[in-house]
């Protein structure tokens, strides 16, 4: 056994290959370590809360019936729990969902969803690795065209 390569078979490779060679696998490095991170999140959701700051404060309203009794929104909130939300919009849906109950249909269709996608953790996990881009780059994009307009207002 190689001790350099831990065990896995390394080819041998010229000294001008290996440049090729070793950026062909940083994106498959990258990709594995935000797998990584994504389920260290899930992982330390059942030991701790505020970790990663989406609160959804700004979605409570105190006029709301039930919004404050429940705990919907702020620090130890039911939305901090449950949002892996990337985008405002993402956060707005989660919301909503919370602020307003569902026809049974919709919660059918939900349920429906939700069993479709159990069985398919790849790509369930693909589409999450996807979704670690869009934060970056919206804002880049932000920072030089200014902020993206409103796209819903919530109604409790």
């Given at each position: 056994m190689d001790s350099l390569s831990g065990g896995c078979f390394l080819p041998q490779l010229s000294s001008s290959a290996w440049p090729s060679f070793s950026l062909a696998l940083r994106k498959p490095r990258r990709r594995c370590e935000r797998a990584a991170a994504l389920y260290d999140q899930g992982l330390a959701v059942s030991t701790t809360?505020?970790?990663?700051?989406?609160?959804?404060?700004?979605?409570l309203n105190s006029a709301h019936p039930y919004a404050q009794d429940l705990d919907l929104f702020g620090h130890g909130s039911l939305f901090e729990l449950l949002s892996t939300a990337r985008t405002r919009v993402g956060e707005e849906t989660l919301a909503r969902w919370l602020l307003a109950p569902a026809t049974p249909d919709v919660l059918r269709d939900r349920q429906a969803a939700v069993a479709e996608l159990r069985p398919r953790l790849d790509l369930r996990e693909d589409l999450a690795l996807l979704g670690e881009g869009i934060v970056p780059a919206m804002t880049r994009r932000h920072s030089r065209h200014g902020p993206p307009p409103r796209v819903a207002h919530l109604q409790p």
């Open positions: 809360f505020g970790r990663k700051g989406a609160t959804g404060e700004r979605f």
